[in-house]
């Protein structure tokens, strides 16, 4: 300490704070942003009960401009600190700010962020005062032995907990791989790392297969037959890919081909599966792939034999649930981790040791689906949506903690992973609105209400009111627009929670549709205003769309029980209990007055079901049972969901022949369609962007 000139102590001024200094998140302290709780070393925000975790770049940028204490921070300043000076487009950048703006309204606007224009950024708001929770420690006198010891003991319980608690995994980089296609799905990454097959196309009926280098070139085309080729896997040697061949109305095919002489065998069949996946285990002698034995089983997994063709299932679900599949198998060959689905609100990941055939079952969000494993196979990595966020997570096969991996801005599907720490992921820009058919043969579809939404479930009541289920504006739930009225939010639901099939009382005062209730499925009853007037409890594993009976007093709808699908009735005011209307093999249901009509599992074609069941129409197919409505004395329904356009087909009940009522472009085949029953027209979720590029990620160990 500098002293004056009477040996008195020199207060001297504080050093200036350097924003530029790295910002190393192991070291940061804990502080306090308002009412939130910032924990740089576990990249965590939280206030409450509420958590929420940040990126490793979004979380230095936030700690870099907190240091500041609103002072202002240069764009230059915030790349030394946050990425060591290196050279970085300005979109990384953005997109750190985009995070913790999103970030500060999720917390009730606790804190904002100022541009300051050709300057940089401030950390602003009311809740803004950095309070640091960490206290200077005091000094001791320690004799050198003690400091010694003390500091060995330090160490070897730092390396002890670092190999029991590994660093999380990070994205390091990312890049774009794809985007010559509107679809480009079903990554695998070769052996070598080197090399990555995907399926590319217009649509989901005629993909083929790409292999394409790495470190860049244009693609090269594997297959070119009829058919949709989907789930590469590479062989072991890397000198094979077997994947799926999918065609309408067929059991799926397995099939190999030499990725060097383009030679293909086909190697298997599916029972009863019209798409599957597929992966091969490292012995190089197995395939796995998915498959149910019969229409009313449960999906599992399925162990091929290449030498001798023998099939055995691997797995065993519970009877009446949907099943396993979104397989993984780790690197080292030894465990293959998947999702077993025991209702449409619960599935959890599995990891099955395929040496003792020892399961050891985790629970997750029943919006987060498996993916690949991590190099060191001791991480399973998920992808989909929490709290309304597109996010990867890493899941400990050991039972620790899950791990935030990334978030992004766009809904990510597929995760495939492959050595060097390379992933590849599927990322989904999906826009889907209401539409009106063309007024002119070949023309467009009339949008309804323009928006970025995912809309549909589209139902019509007699005066011409129309609503929705889907996605607005980061809100997921039920929509309704009066005639000549704007769209308004009915109700809102939790952003990964089920949701299907709304439906208009005969009065048309209330809507009866399928969701969760008191954790449990049910079909739930709401009037106009969205007011709550009960819930028809369903304790099976999947729930339908329902339908009212003539009077408006009780419900009809198709749910699955350990069984398979059959029709129940419940009372609908009030809500009562369900109970069994019908034998097994419904899967769906409609009324006409006091008439019952559906579609059966394993046949084609709307049925009427009161009295003996009697085939009306040719179509749907039993893949696609919500492609029809009753309206008036005829059934509706599309003839072909993937057609260039496809069309609405109207069929008498009485008999004669069906005719077109509407083209229908874009139609967006599990979106739905509607008629008005006052004036016939229709009202469908129309495509107005469905795109799937593949994003190559570098992970690392942060």
Not at 144 to 165: D, F, K, Q, R, Y
Not at 346 to 354: A, F, K
Request: with cysteine.
């Amino acid at each position: 300490m500098r002293r004056f000139a009477d040996q008195s102590p020199m207060i001297e001024a504080p050093e200036p704070a350097r924003a530029s200094r790295p910002v190393i998140l192991a070291r940061e302290p804990d502080f306090r942003l308002g009412g939130l709780l910032i924990r740089p070393s576990l990249r965590e925000a939280s206030a409450g009960s509420r958590r929420h975790m940040l990126e490793p770049r979004v979380m230095q940028v936030l700690v870099a401009l907190a240091r500041m204490d609103g002072q202002v921070v240069s764009r230059d300043e915030l790349i030394e600190a946050c990425w060591g000076g290196r050279i970085v487009g300005e979109d990384a950048l953005n997109r750190c700010i985009g995070r913790l703006r999103r970030l500060a309204e999720t917390f009730d606007h606790c804190f904002a962020i100022d541009t300051v224009a050709r300057v940089g950024y401030r950390l602003t708001g009311p809740g803004a005062d950095i309070v640091p929770l960490r206290a200077r420690p005091r000094e001791h006198r320690l004799a050198a032995p003690l400091v010694i010891t003390a500091s060995l003991m330090v160490v070897l319980g730092a390396l002890a907990w670092h190999g029991l608690n590994p660093r999380p995994w990070t994205v390091e980089s990312s890049k774009l791989l794809t985007s010559a296609q509107p679809m480009e799905r079903h990554a695998a990454i070769s052996p070598d790392g080197e090399t990555i097959a995907y399926s590319g196309g217009a649509d989901v009926l005629t993909r083929q297969i790409y292999l394409r280098a790495l470190a860049g070139g244009e693609p090269v085309r594997l297959t070119d037959e009829p058919g949709d080729h989907v789930s590469s896997s590479w062989s072991p040697d890397g000198a094979h890919l077997a994947y799926i061949v999918v065609r309408p109305g067929e059991p799926c095919r397995v099939v190999t081909r030499s990725v060097r002489t383009g030679l293909a065998r086909g190697v298997g069949r599916c029972t009863t599966d019209e798409r599957s996946q597929v992966i091969w285990a490292r012995s190089g002698e197995t395939l796995f792939f998915v498959d149910r034995p019969s229409q009313d089983a449960s999906d599992r997994i399925v162990s091929l034999d290449l030498t001798t063709g023998r099939l055995s299932d691997l797995t065993h679900p519970p009877a009446g649930s949907p099943g396993d599949g979104d397989m993984g198998l780790s690197p080292d060959g030894r465990f293959i981790s998947f999702q077993r689905s025991l209702s449409d609100t619960v599935s959890p990941l599995v990891i099955r040791d395929l040496r003792t055939g020892a399961e050891r079952v985790f629970s997750k969000g029943a919006d987060l689906n498996p993916g690949g494993w991590t190099s060191d196979s001791r991480d399973v990595l998920l992808v989909g949506r929490v709290n309304g966020d597109n996010v990867i997570w890493a899941f400990p096969i050991d039972g620790r903690r899950p791990q935030h991996v990334m978030s992004g801005p766009l809904t990510m599907g597929r995760l495939a992973t492959g050595p060097k720490n390379l992933a590849a992921v599927e990322v989904d820009t999906e826009v889907y609105n209401l539409a009106s058919p063309p007024a002119r043969k070949g023309g467009e579809p009339v949008i309804i209400d323009p928006s970025k939404a995912i809309d549909g479930a589209p139902t019509v009541s007699a005066d011409g009111t129309l609503a929705m289920a889907g996605w607005r504006s980061g809100e997921a739930g039920l929509w309704i627009k009066p005639p000549g009225g704007e769209v308004r939010q009915l109700i809102s639901v939790a952003p990964e929670s089920y949701l299907d099939g709304p439906r208009f009382s005969p009065d048309g005062t209330r809507l009866a549709f399928a969701a969760e209730a008191d954790g449990h499925l049910a079909i739930r009853i709401v009037d106009l205003t969205g007011r709550d007037l009960g819930a028809v409890a369903f304790f099976g594993s999947q729930l339908g769309a329902p339908a009212w009976a003539a009077d408006g007093r009780s419900l009809i709808f198709a749910g699955r029980d350990a069984g398979g699908w059959r029709l129940y009735r419940a009372p609908a005011s009030p809500a009562g209990k369900a109970a069994p209307a019908s034998a097994y093999g419904w899967l769906t249901v409609q009324t006409h007055g006091s008439e019952l009509y559906g579609v059966r599992a394993g046949s084609p074609g709307v049925w009427r079901i009161d009295g003996t069941p009697k085939r009306i129409t040719s179509l749907p197919h039993p893949a696609f049972p919500n492609l029809w409505t009753v309206t008036g004395d005829a059934i509706d329904y599309v003839d072909d969901p993937f057609g260039h356009p496809a069309h609405i087909m109207s069929q008498p009940i009485a008999g004669g022949p069906a005719r077109v009522i509407a083209e229908a472009p874009g139609y967006a085949y599990d979106k739905g369609f509607a008629v008005n029953p006052a004036t016939g027209a229709v009202v469908y979720a129309a495509t107005r962007a469905d795109e799937t590029d593949l994003e190559l990620l570098q992970l690392g160990r942060g």
